[in-house]
């Protein structure tokens, strides 16, 4: 046995790889050294699949009790290229060959929409010499001029006239809010962070690296798709810039923006700060789904999951919302308040996968299968709640904001609040009478998703409502999914960002203050009981606002109630589809032997743990 391990330290470019993993090579193409390296007895196990051998039951009988301990062996990478099996080094099959084709002509045809779709923006929107304030602007010269210290630069120097005065409030204005943009965004960005180590701590190690790449190709593959076309159908029309002017309408109302392809024509500084910090926070959608489905989805079946999501299914609810669309316009053409609001983003809803195997028993009661790294979980929990300060205090998009403190603080308060009431539930009404600290985490977290929406509209009071009725939901509705619903969520993302996302859509209608968002959505004033109200969004109950304000408001909770169902109805419609159409064509889970086995070597071809 000694010996046996000596030599296969020596090989060094082999490979850890589970005895069942060469189960297709073929014992008269493996090399000489697979033969001598191994006792027969493992070399008929190994191979189990090849050519038979008059002794290789009696062989597979006599292997020794000390090598059936061991779950792996160290093989060379030469003897896997004769393997059919993962992870494939030599050829690829028949099958994985025409995937690879589909992929291709896939890849082309979207390239080719995406084409058309910018010549046709190109039609619509012509190089012509244009006005100068919609001229392309990349270094910001017109906003304003910098007359340095003291106005030494003025006309006269150190004397600077009511004009230069101007000119200079406005560059510091412009740099100020461009300044707060990127590094909201930046905070946005290091989410992703976040999101990686919870994702991987609450799953099994053997799954360890197959999470870590989706989290981190899903923000490649969003950037892709974002850069392409995504940012066009979101902000193509939201007027934001004066650049960002390409509409879509049906009847009046906007459904669709057309101008930004492959940002063509927005090489201008303002816009870019917007795309930045949007794709930031497009890829914390995209990321959500990779955490429910771990463990069991195939890598190709995310690639183009992402992709489906980045392009098609994120940027038009995103433009219904926040780039002018139909959903905004509710309150301008239905009198709904200020129509739906959504300060953060709150109502992203994700699909997910069947269960894992082995997580109902043959009575249908769910089995825990715990997570190999909670300090891992918790230290991306930590990362999260510092990055939703710019998530949500950054959506100003303005370090000129004064309500920025405010989304600052209503985060600080909700989301501290909903872990507290996680544990207190699970300490005095869950049958297990402990703080779960996975539970604790998810609590936490919804309650930032929860006070995503309404955290600029509603006061502190409002906050800790919010904070307090996520917490238990997401416990309560963690256990829902996972008994009830019998849907297997491997970090509680349903519960997390789909029941506690639109508790906090709704929280918009039950608890804005009426001191914020005046004008929002070209609507100047809202009727309550036959009198103006010319302040922000309104909500039913307003705790906290100031004195006088009007209580008992319908109309934003009804634009509230419609938006989230609109948005559950046509996620959950369009990536049902999506899914099927896929699973019906190529699969989207891995097969059973290599979920058993873990993603990491199947799918990846690379453990997270060398030693495991």
Not at 2 to 15: H, K
Not at 117 to 145: I, V, Y
Request: aromatic share 12%.
């Amino acid at each position: 046995m000694t010996e046996l391990m000596t030599l296969f330290r020596r090989q060094f470019n082999a490979v850890r790889v589970p005895l069942a993993v060469p189960s297709q090579c073929r014992i008269g193409t493996a090399l000489p050294i697979f033969k001598t390296a191994l006792p027969s007895a493992v070399y008929s196990r190994s191979c189990a699949t090849g050519p038979a051998s008059a002794d290789r039951k009696e062989n597979l009988r006599n292997i020794p009790p000390s090598l059936r301990q061991f779950q792996a062996v160290r093989v060379p990478l030469a003897v896997l290229s004769q393997c059919g099996s993962s992870p494939p080094v030599g050829k690829n099959p028949p099958h994985r060959k025409q995937r690879a084709r589909n992929v291709v002509r896939s890849t082309i045809l979207l390239l080719t929409c995406a084409c058309a779709a910018l010549h046709a923006a190109e039609r619509d929107h012509p190089s012509a010499p244009a006005e100068t304030h919609a001229l392309p602007d990349p270094s910001g010269a017109t906003a304003g001029k910098d007359y340095g210290p003291d106005y030494q630069s003025a006309a006269k120097p150190g004397e600077p006239t009511l004009p230069e005065v101007a000119q200079q409030t406005t560059r510091m204005r412009f740099g100020m809010n461009l300044m707060w943009t990127l590094l909201a965004g930046f905070l946005v960005f290091f989410m992703q962070a976040g999101f990686a180590l919870i994702e991987t701590g609450f799953t099994r190690r053997k799954n360890a690296a197959h999470t870590m790449l989706m989290n981190l190709m899903v923000f490649c593959i969003g950037l892709l798709a974002y850069y392409v076309c995504g940012f066009a159908f979101m902000f193509g029309g939201s007027l934001k810039s004066p650049l960002l002017d390409g509409l879509v309408s049906v009847n009046g109302w906007n459904v669709l923006g057309k101008k930004g392809f492959f940002l063509n024509g927005l090489f201008d500084s303002q816009v870019l700060g917007l795309f930045l910090f949007q794709m930031v926070f497009m890829d914390t959608a995209a990321t959500i789904p990779t955490g429910a489905m771990a463990e069991r989805l195939k890598f190709s079946a995310f690639i183009w999951m992402s992709f489906f999501l980045t392009i098609v299914t994120y940027p038009l609810v995103g433009n219904w919302v926040w780039g002018g669309g139909w959903l905004s316009q509710l309150g301008e053409k239905w009198n709904w308040g200020h129509g739906a609001i959504d300060f953060s983003g709150s109502g992203v809803i994700h699909m997910v996968l069947g269960p894992r195997i082995g997580k109902y028993d043959k009575n249908g009661n769910p089995r825990p299968i715990p997570g190999h790294n909670i300090p891992m979980a918790m230290l991306g929990t930590f990362i999260l709640f510092f990055g939703w300060f710019g998530f949500n205090a950054g959506s100003t998009n303005a370090a000129t904001e004064g309500i920025i403190s405010v989304a600052a603080v209503n985060t600080l308060i909700s989301g501290a609040l909903g872990g507290f009431s996680a544990m207190v539930y699970m300490m005095k009404f869950h049958a297990a009478r402990k703080p779960d600290p996975g539970l604790c985490c998810n609590g936490l977290l919804a309650g930032l998703v929860a006070v995503t929406a309404p955290c600029a509209y509603i006061s502190p009071t409002g906050a800790v409502i919010v904070g307090l009725v996520a917490g238990v939901l997401s416990t309560w509705g963690s256990e829902f999914v996972e008994r009830t619903m019998k849907v297997d969520d491997c970090v509680g993302a349903f519960a997390i960002h789909g029941l506690c996302g639109m508790w906090g859509v709704l929280s918009v209608g039950l608890f804005a203050t009426g001191t914020y968002g005046a004008g929002f959505n070209h609507v100047a004033h809202v009727m309550i009981g036959g009198k103006e109200f010319s302040g922000g969004v309104l909500g039913l109950m307003p705790f906290g606002a100031p004195p006088g304000t009007p209580w008992g408001y319908t109309g934003q909770l009804m634009a509230q109630i419609f938006y989230a169902m609109v948005v559950f109805v046509f996620v959950f419609a369009i990536q049902l589809a999506f899914f099927r159409l896929y699973h019906k064509k190529w699969g989207l889970r891995v097969t059973p032997d290599d979920e058993m086995q873990g993603l990491d070597i199947p799918e990846t071809g690379c453990p997270a743990y060398a030693d495991f």
